[in-house]
């Protein structure tokens, strides 16, 4: 019985993770674009979801962790297993990553188009934010393919 209590949890954590990367990559990133903010106050909102979306995310992912750890110990730890716990370690480097660096380097370029003294000055600092965002929407895509490969996992690895 705790066995399929913790892989219900298990599977739900990863569920839940990825529903949460999903909405946040493809409903509120598009969002934002469509409220017709400038660049810099759009890269503060941003930011602050991304702050307080943090906390619910890391949490979670910590949640799926400890799930697909102790999945492991009641049920017997296989290839599945281990190739979740390789990927999950992935995610947490993806995870940070993507806020400590992109978040915060994408309001610092933001903040310094709005202050630049030249339009050249601007337009290049334009230039090097969306280049970020290119790069930073890349690796939310494949933090939504890695999260989803993670969901498969979690799901099998009571069946395998």
């Given at each position: 019985m705790l066995?399929?209590?913790v892989?219900?949890?298990h599977v739900i954590s990863a569920g839940a993770w990825l529903g949460g990367v999903v909405f946040t990559t493809t409903v509120v990133s598009p969002a934002l674009k469509s409220m017709g903010w400038n660049e810099a106050e759009q890269a503060r909102v941003r930011s602050v979801i991304g702050h307080q979306y943090a906390k619910v995310g890391t949490a979670?992912?910590?949640l799926l962790l400890v799930f697909a750890l102790l999945d492991g110990a009641l049920?017997?730890?296989g290839s599945a297993l281990y190739s979740e716990y390789a990927l999950l370690a992935v995610l947490f480097g993806l995870v940070a990553s993507h806020g400590v660096y992109f978040g915060r380097r994408l309001v610092e370029l933001a903040e310094?188009?709005?202050e630049a003294r030249n339009a050249e000055k601007a337009?290049?600092?334009?230039l090097r934010r969306r280049r970020l965002q290119r790069l930073s929407f890349g690796v939310?895509?494949?933090n939504i393919l890695i999260s989803a490969v993670v969901m498969i996992l979690a799901t099998y690895a009571w069946a395998g």
């Open positions: 066995n399929a209590i892989h219900t949890l979670n992912l910590v049920s017997g730890f310094a188009r709005k337009q290049m600092l334009a939310s895509m494949l």
